[in-house]
């Protein structure tokens, strides 16, 4: 896996009250070898999306003056950044259905003590999926721009330190999104050979990828008050995991190129002076919901299939995610 290191967003400065960690957890596709390293897969060996989207109809009306001009919401700004201005082409990411992962996710602190209504999070999804072929075999083909359609959706939790180790508390928000994910580009014969082969090849970065990195943003209403400190989490079905397992019956699965959410992983890199903004709350952690034990810095022994703090082998692996709040309305 290429492992590109960029420089520190512009504009941004880091939050110093975490420690950057310099060492990297090795990245293995033997994904039984280690416990955590195995969780950075290149990507699965390989449902129907729900169509939740709608338009409101209202009844036409004259034109009425009004001197008082519509007020608009308030500005949000960035309260928490681990996502670079330049992003790469692909990044390392967690693989849910190679591994076993229903929700992924941060504890994370948070700026802007006095706004801290939700606007956004984003997240970095990382698609290994091939419109025909697959990543791992040297043949996939793709046609420029194809997408696939998936349900992905952004958890916020509050933290309850009461014990000795955090876990999440009250839900804070929550959206489910239908998706449009791209398929990874076709392999390159040309460009990426030899270890690289199956790889498609960037020409800016002159780099070659197993996927293709796609940021996804999910607004919010800014009813949500947020504490200093959050959960954020990524969830999604796959054939095997998830809230609701999609099975083997789709279609999709008995095609030699398998299911598209089977290869779709999610973005978890350290880049330098990363968090930007806000502070990483265990840089060597994250927050796991695996069936795998495997999967686990501890093989599994506090608990498998449930959300729960995952540390300390993640050094270097930051969940990638920027939240946007703002001040209240009417507040300035």
């Not at 795998?292 to 608990?303: E, I």
Request: proline share 10%; net charge negative; charged share 15%.
């Amino acid at each position: 896996m290429l492992i590109n290191r960029h420089h520190r967003r512009p504009g941004h400065r880091a939050d110093h009250r975490t420690h950057h960690r310099m060492r990297r957890l090795a990245v293995t596709l033997a994904l039984a070898m280690l416990p955590a390293a195995a969780l950075f897969a290149q990507g699965s060996a390989q449902a129907a999306p729900v169509e939740a989207e709608g338009t409101v109809a209202g009844a036409s009306a004259p034109p009425v003056s009004d001197p008082t001009p519509p007020s608009s919401p308030p500005r949000a700004e960035v309260v928490y950044d681990s996502i670079p201005a330049d992003l790469p082409p692909n990044v390392t990411s967690l693989g849910y259905q190679a591994t076993g992962t229903s929700e992924f996710g941060d504890e994370v602190g948070l700026t802007g003590a006095h706004k801290r209504k939700l606007r956004s999070v984003e997240v970095v999804l990382s698609s290994w999926a091939c419109e025909s072929g697959r990543w791992n075999t040297n043949d996939c083909r793709t046609t420029a721009g194809a997408t696939f359609s998936h349900p992905v959706t952004v958890t916020v939790f509050a933290v309850d330190n009461s014990g000795p180790t955090p876990v999440p508390g009250a839900l804070l928000a929550s959206q489910t999104q239908l998706t449009e994910i791209p398929y990874r580009p076709s392999a390159d014969p040309v460009n990426c050979t030899g270890p690289n082969a199956g790889r498609w090849y960037d020409a800016t970065t002159g780099g070659c990828y197993n996927g293709i990195a796609h940021p996804v943003t999910f607004t919010f209403d800014g009813s949500t008050t947020l504490p200093d400190e959050v959960i954020w989490t990524v969830s999604f079905n796959t054939t095997g995991y998830g809230d609701s397992p999609i099975g083997t019956g789709a279609p999709c699965y008995s095609t030699v190129q398998g299911c598209p959410y089977d290869a779709l992983n999610v973005g978890v890199q350290g880049f330098p002076g990363s968090p930007y903004v806000g502070v990483d709350i265990d840089p060597d952690g994250v927050f796991l919901d695996s069936a795998n034990g495997s999967s686990y810095c501890d093989g599994g022994a506090a608990g498998t299939g449930f959300l729960r703090l995952d540390s300390p082998c993640w050094t270097d692996l930051r969940p990638l995610a920027t939240i946007t709040a703002g001040k209240p309305h009417g507040k300035k």
